[in-house]
Nanobody
């Protein structure tokens, strides 16, 4: 069993930055792919970014490429999402997810989920 707990959400003005963290416990963290998703008001949950087990490979949704950076620290069992140049359309609940095939972008492909953290970007 794996538990994921997100933190770092909040309210920020457009152009600002936030860093989200996701702490994992349970099964060895370093053995699986980790990802971030978000769900905006009235929208489906969408893929944001993912990182390989070693941290050596990453991929992003086009909507956040160049603005968001995913990273991980396996010694701390933590994955991060650095979000810069935030826009109002980035508003939503951000979820950490784990254990999926490499380059998986569909929520159903991820086995473990956190409870989510709210990010609100005002114009």
């Amino acid at each position: 069993q794996v538990q994921l707990v997100e933190s770092g959400g909040g309210s920020v003005q457009a152009g600002g930055s936030l860093r989200l963290s996701c702490l994992a416990s349970g099964r060895p963290f370093s053995s699986y792919v980790m990802g971030w998703f978000r769900q905006g008001p009235g929208k489906e949950r969408e893929f944001i970014a993912a990182i390989s087990w070693s941290g050596g490979s990453t991929y992003y949704a086009d909507s956040v490429k160049g603005r968001f950076t995913i990273s991980r620290d396996n010694a701390k069992n933590t994955v991060y999402l650095q979000m810069n140049s935030l826009k109002p359309e980035d508003t939503g609940v951000y979820y950490c997810a784990g254990s999926a095939p490499w380059r998986a972008t569909m929520p159903r492909e991820y086995e473990y989920w956190g409870q989510g953290t709210q990010v609100t970007v005002s114009s």
